[in-house]
């Protein structure tokens, strides 16, 4: 301490530097530390967002088959039992293999889907 004292230009200097630096590291790990929990907060809450289509019945209008291999029938009807962004949890009905994800995008372009819905409720801007 003595001589980092004498390199700063005396004891009193060192204080005020100490005292200083440790002011300006702590606040600036405060803003960071609440710009991270804000984040957090904001991530909790999207999780925990209802899906805007859960429990509704759907209609498919046109064949089609997704990546992972489900085939949809024109006239099948299918079931949302949870959705996360555009992944969608779904119940087809009369099908002893369920349940399937898909992706909300393929549900659209088959079924009466709602295009604008990802499975979070829509707020206004």
């Not at 630096?21 to 804000?38: H, V």
């Not at 949302?80 to 992944?87: I, K, R, T, Y």
Request: glycine share 10%; with cysteine.
């Amino acid at each position: 301490m003595t001589t980092i004292a004498k390199k700063v230009g005396g004891p009193a200097t060192l204080l005020i530097a100490t005292l200083a630096s440790g002011y300006i590291i702590g606040r600036t790990t405060e803003a960071g530390g609440k710009k991270a929990f804000k984040a957090w907060v904001a991530a909790l809450k999207n999780r925990n967002t209802p899906c805007a289509t859960k429990g509704q019945l759907f209609r498919v209008v046109t064949d089609g088959e997704d990546s992972s291999g489900l085939k949809l029938r024109a006239g099948d009807e299918y079931r949302v039992l949870e959705c996360d962004a555009d992944a969608i949890l779904i119940e087809v009905l009369n099908d002893p293999d369920n349940p399937y994800f898909v992706s909300g995008e393929f549900l659209t372009t088959i079924s009466d889907f709602p295009a604008e819905d990802t499975g979070e409720v829509q707020t206004g801007d």
